[in-house]
């Protein structure tokens, strides 16, 4: 009789899920693409809720990021504060509309 190894489904890069012999690193959530440790206490709070059928698994931090997931701010608070950092430094094009000169009275 052979013992079957236990296979976790992993979330790639890309978007894929593929079985792993191995276990993830990260949990995520597939509805808010946010990425955070195992134990996280909002997470856990959160599986009370019907969060599990929405749980994603990640190998490593950087197949979390790169399949455009967001740190955690509970569980990750400097990598949430470092990426928060980065995505308010982008200049996004303003949506207000100013009179120019030329058209006042």
Known sequence: MSAMATAYRLTQFDGSIVDSDLPGLF?????LRIYGRLDCPSAQ????RGYAKRRVF?????????????????????????WKGVESSIVRPS????ESPSHRS
């Open 45 to 48: 709070r959160a599986l009370a």
């Open 27 to 31: 949990g995520g959530n597939r509805r």
């Open 95 to 98: 949506h207000r509309v100013t």
């Open 58 to 82: 990640f190998a490593d931090e950087a197949t979390a990021i790169a399949a455009g997931y967001r740190p955690c701010a509970v569980c990750m608070p400097a990598e949430y504060r470092q």
